[in-house]
């Protein structure tokens, strides 16, 4: 097992059990009752022999025995420490909209994270060329269920209706919505709108940067 430094108190690892019934209740059961909270559990692949499912945890008080008494499951195969998501990948900037000024956000987004990434963050960007209101909004809508995102950019010439709708909701969960300069009612409900796409991409990385002195408390409902 590598012993890795866990992230604030984090600690992640991955599993390779058998792909069956019951086996991640029996996975969860354990890690129950070591007391540990489980923040975030995704299955990588699974086969019609063996999973490999991958858990964050925190607030564990023996760590190093929780694993042990995973190894020693009938079911599994191997246990193995890794690095978090929020150690390797960090916030997730998403980018969704039309292909050309969704390349231009990205590229502004990419050159700013690599700044500040240098610095020590962590922040991946991630994007989507989708055109369509409804698959816009359905789009927009599971940015919240995205595990690290925290900020979306909307880039393209129309958008509104269920999309403007989605933003609103989204908003309330807690992710910062930028949208380039367009037509229809998502500028009015986004936390900031910015003319020019390359510079939305910045704005959007400096906006969840730890290492800029900037807040979207200062801008927004601002048109820049």
Do not use: W
Not at 47 to 69: C, G, M, Q, V
Not at 126 to 148: F, Q, S, Y
Not at 159 to 181: P, W, Y
Request: with cysteine.
């Amino acid at each position: 097992m590598s012993k890795v430094k866990p992230l604030e108190g984090t600690y992640a690892f991955q599993v390779q059990a058998a792909d069956e019934p019951g086996s991640l209740y029996r996975l969860t059961e354990v890690i129950y009752r070591y007391g540990a909270n489980i923040r975030y559990v995704n299955i990588v692949y699974s086969d019609e022999k063996e999973a490999l499912t991958y858990f964050e945890i925190s607030k564990i008080p023996n760590f190093e025995a929780l694993l042990k008494e995973l190894e020693e499951l009938e079911i599994v195969s191997s246990v193995e420490q890794v690095p978090s998501f929020d150690a390797i990948y960090g916030k997730r900037v998403i980018v969704l909209g039309g292909g050309a000024q969704v390349a231009q956000v990205a590229h502004g987004a990419v050159e700013e994270a690599d700044r500040h990434n240098i610095r020590g963050e962590r922040i991946s960007v991630d994007t989507l060329a989708i055109v369509g209101e409804e698959e816009l909004a359905a789009a927009v809508r599971a940015v919240a269920r995205l595990p690290r995102a925290r900020v979306l950019v909307l880039a393209g010439a129309l958008m509104g209706g269920e999309i403007a709708e989605a933003v609103k909701e989204v908003k309330q969960k807690g992710i910062i919505v930028v949208c380039t300069n367009m037509v229809g009612s998502v500028p009015s409900v986004s936390d900031l709108v910015v003319t020019d796409p390359l510079e939305a991409g910045v704005m959007a990385v400096m906006l969840i940067a730890d290492t800029a002195k900037f807040s979207i408390d200062k801008v927004r409902g601002k048109k820049i």
